[in-house]
T-cell receptor, first 114, second 112 residues
Framework: GAGVSQSPSNKVTEKGKDVELRCDPI?????LYWYRQSLGQGLEFLIY????????KSGLPSDRFSAERTGGSVSTLTIQRTQQEDSAVYLC????????????FGPGTRLLVL | QKEVEQNSGPLSVPEGAIASLNCTYS??????FFWYRQYSGKSPELIMS????GDKEDGRFTAQLNKASQYVSLLIRDSQPSDSATYLC????????????FGKGTKLSVKP
């Protein structure tokens, strides 16, 4: 089927505004991940969902960041009161079953906070 | 602190040569190892996965794993300009967390 999809592909916002980023994983994949990649940097883990288990939120950089996954499928990453340092590419990935298996990445959302 | 280390490069090789990309990791409990390729402005795409000591070959790509030395490498034979990208090494440490720990990547440039 289709790969991981993310929307929007680009988002420009003003400092202090809230933004929502969406991820639609590959159908049947139970694990979903969010990463952040700043310009020229590596991937920074944010949060991991596995089935109906409580998410691993250990990578979220502050309480302005939160994520939900509804019905075990689509996920939304919300950034409240955005700051300029939040500007980055936000990547979503999914894998078939438990963590540790191959992760397939979406195209990312490029967020620019002015 | 679990870490994955890569030489940031850039690694420059002539077309047709073998490119060797290296990665070391800090935790002996690591179970799964992955190489991703990321073109500029694009998202990472999986090149190879390896789980057992030794070599694993797929076309022009060979992944090598040495758990005793905590070392994983990727060899690209007959390098092509289209191989020019950043190569990310990723390690899964198992346990309850499912996330991969990524290295910062090695930028490879293949010169025609």
């Amino acid at each position: 089927g289709a790969g991981v999809s993310q929307s929007p592909s680009n988002k420009v916002t003003e400092k202090g505004k809230d933004v929502e980023l969406r991820c639609d994983p590959i159908s049947g994949h139970t694990a979903l991940y969010w990463y952040r990649q700043s310009l020229g940097q590596g991937l920074e883990f944010l949060i991991y969902f596995q089935g109906n288990s409580a998410p691993d939120k250990s990578g979220l950089p502050s309480d302005r960041f939160s994520a939900e996954r509804t019905g075990g499928s689509v996920s939304t990453l919300t950034i409240q009161r955005t700051q300029q340092e939040d500007s980055a590419v936000y990547l979503c990935a999914s894998s078939q079953r438990r963590g540790g298996e191959t992760q397939y990445f979406g195209p990312g959302t490029r967020l620019l906070v002015l | 602190q679990k870490e994955v280390e890569q030489n940031s490069g850039p690694l420059s090789v002539p077309e047709g040569a073998i490119a060797s990309l290296n990665c070391t990791y800090s935790d002996r409990g690591s179970q799964s190892f992955f190489w991703y390729r990321q073109y500029s402005g694009k998202s990472p795409e999986l090149i190879m996965s390896i789980y057992s000591n030794g070599d694993k070959e797929d076309g022009r790509f060979t992944a090598q794993l040495n758990k005793a030395s905590q070392y994983v490498s990727l060899l690209i034979r007959d390098s092509q300009p289209s191989d020019s990208a950043t190569y990310l090494c990723a390690v899964n440490y198992g346990g309850s967390q499912g996330n991969l720990i990524f290295g910062k990547g090695t930028k490879l440039s293949v010169k025609p």
